[in-house]
């Protein structure tokens, strides 16, 4: 069989049609492209300020603008730029984060957003690692929360050498590993979970300093239906990850009620997520279309050679009811 195009008549007109491959290939192409405009969406520094604002406790007295242009340190790396292997482990990290962590014994990992950032914790200023995630299926094949501490623990082995060497584990960061699940369970929608290490006293009564365990903690933000938010970060991821929602639309909100201005690259990111989206929704009904038209056409030729009918005929009967030029119907048979 040919897996770039096959000859299909339609409606008296020969035409070409891609094969299952080739609409496989290209609406991966498609979920990747919008993948990846997602991840861009997120890495916008006021769309990080909310989450910090909302999900770390070091920001919740901070105001939204406050943190986006003060306290971000740098340009937020995206996933799909490369960084060389082994630059997670050189001192470059300390002006600003790669998104890929490699090491020698455990391989490479790439993050969709990890980026630096300071913090007002008791008149002093810290400096805080955060990895951002945007996660479509929330039962890959593991707890996902299991995936969120590892790439904590992912984050404070990196520092050795860069944020800190010897034995001055003192100048450890705190890492964060925030997760936005688009699809989770029912009873997981529009909820915000934080998982962290807390001192608990089994004997005794003794106070540790805070800062001197409290050095990572994964969050899980699980979207649902827009309309039953509960807080504005759930109302404001809703909205910008919708399927569903225009970009107009989408754009109206985040002003109206976010007070969130629009830049031109903001905008359209937007809109490109936006288009994207409808894209892959059309081009996978449209797989599923020609799947299910394959499936018949296969499911008709078994059931009529079961009734040991000639080749010849089986071969006119699929021209006529799918419409399909004579070389087309012989590869079903």
């Known amino acids: 069989m040919k897996y770039d195009k096959i000859s299909v008549k339609a409606g008296g007109e020969a035409m070409n049609t891609d094969t299952t491959i080739a609409k496989n290939i290209r609406v991966a192409d498609e979920k990747a492209n919008y993948d990846a405009a997602c991840k861009r969406l997120l890495s916008e520094k006021i769309i990080l300020a909310w989450i910090m604002k909302n999900c770390l406790e070091e920001y919740r007295d901070c105001d939204v603008e406050e943190i986006a242009e003060k306290y971000i340190e740098g340009t937020p790396q995206v996933g799909e730029v490369a960084v060389a292997p082994d630059e997670s482990n050189c001192v470059s990290m300390i002006q600003g984060a790669g998104n890929e962590d490699t090491s020698l014994t455990e391989g490479t990992i790439f993050y969709d957003i990890r980026f630096l ?25 593991y707890p996902l929360i299991k995936r969120g501490i590892y790439y904590c623990s992912r984050m404070i082995s990196a520092q050795y050498g860069t944020e800190f060497t010897n034995s001055h ?16 369970p029912k009873s997981r929608e529009n909820s915000i979970t934080r998982y962290y290490i807390a001192e608990e006293n089994l004997a005794g009564s003794v106070k540790e300093r805070k800062a001197d365990y409290d050095l990572m903690a994964a969050v899980m ?10 807080t504005d970060l759930l109302k404001l991821l809703n909205v910008l990850l919708s399927t569903e929602t225009g970009s107009q639309d989408k754009c109206q909100i ?19 997520m936006c288009n994207l989206s409808k ?16 499936e018949g056409i296969i499911a008709m030729v078994s059931a009529l050679k079961d009734l ?20 087309t119907a012989k590869m079903y048979l």
């Open 279 to 294: 894209g892959v929704e059309e081009k996978g009904i449209e797989k599923g279309r020609q799947e299910g038209r394959q």
């Open 254 to 272: 985040l002003e109206e009620d976010f007070h969130i201005r629009m830049t031109q690259t903001l905008e359209s990111e937007v809109s490109l």
């Open 308 to 327: 040991q009918i000639a080749d010849s005929i089986i071969l006119k009967k699929i021209q006529e009811k799918f419409h399909l030029a004579e070389e």
């Open 221 to 230: 933000i699980c979207l649902g239906k827009e309309e039953d938010s509960g």
């Open 169 to 184: 584990y003192e100048n450890i960061k705190k890492v964060y590993s925030i997760w936005i699940c688009m699809n989770p």
């Open 117 to 141: 950032a300071i913090a007002p914790v008791s008149a002093e200023l810290i400096r805080l690692i955060i990895n951002i995630e945007a996660q479509n299926d929330f039962y890959p094949g």
